[in-house]
């Protein structure tokens, strides 16, 4: 079981916004730890999407923006784009855990 | 280009034993960490272990710890993961991933990514 919450679901209308939120506690993002996104598309590795917090890679579309906030993070999609129907996880260290990264449960976006 | 190439899945036992395997190339392998994530059918991604550059350090999630050990061979540009002990939880796609840095980073993320290997622990 994660120690990262993220919603099971999120869905949007094309052209919409959608957010999508990463709970934590004190022992992890709420420790400063950096926060981490990826979209998984089915059947494929995870893609990096937004590395420290909120820096997008290279080539990822300034739609993709990152948040955080006390021991929670965000990821908004604006313009939602039917290619943007995928799974996404964040990721974060927990210092209650012997030399343990961490990924949140994982959201599906559904674009309507 | 980087590339991250597993082998080594495929059908074991309960309490059985199986070596993954992950030849990297495109970059200088033993400048960084190397990571191994896997995926349960259906589920979420779980971190399983860190080895350092050198392969000096290793870092493993307590769901694995005392049966898998993650090792590295800089000469041959692998990286490997003894599964011991295997348990029907087990079961998952193990993708292999490279690190940001030369030892673990609690800021440590994976831009590239292996395509993954499928374990299965069923008798």
């Known amino acids: 079981q994660s120690v990262l919450t993220q919603p099971p679901s999120v869905s949007g209308a094309p052209g919409q916004r959608v957010t999508i939120s990463c709970t934590g506690s004190r022992s992890n993002i709420g420790a400063g730890y950096e926060v981490h996104w990826y979209q998984q598309l089915p059947g494929t590795a995870p893609k990096l999407l937004i590395y420290?917090?909120?820096n997008r890679p290279s080539g990822v579309p300034d739609r993709f923006s990152g948040s955080k906030s006390g021991a929670s993070a965000s990821l908004a999609i604006t313009g939602l784009q039917a290619e943007d129907e995928a799974d996404y996880y964040c990721?974060?260290?927990?210092?209650?855990?012997?030399?343990?990264?961490?990924f949140g449960t994982g959201t599906k976006v559904t674009v309507l | 280009e980087v590339q991250l190439l597993e082998s080594g899945g495929g059908l074991v036992q309960p309490g059985g034993s199986l070596r993954l395997s992950c030849a990297a190339s495109g970059f200088t392998f033993s400048s960084y960490v190397m990571s191994w994530v896997r995926q349960a059918p259906g589920k979420g991604l779980e971190w399983v272990s860190d080895?350092?550059?050198?392969?000096?350090?290793?870092y493993y999630a307590d769901s694995v710890k005392g049966r898998f050990t993650i090792s590295r061979d800089n000469s041959k540009n692998t990286l490997y993961l003894q599964m011991n002990s295997v348990r029907a939880e087990d079961t998952a796609v193990y993708f292999c991933?490279?690190?940001?840095?030369?030892?673990?980073?609690?800021?440590?993320?994976?831009?590239?990514w292996g395509q993954g290997t499928l374990v299965t622990v069923s008798s």
């Open positions: 990721q974060s260290y927990d210092s209650s855990l012997s030399g343990s990264h961490v």
């Open positions: 991933a490279k690190g940001i840095t030369y030892n673990f980073d609690t800021s440590g993320y994976y831009y590239y």
């Open positions: 080895v350092s550059g050198s392969g000096a350090r290793t």
């Open positions: 420290g917090n909120n």
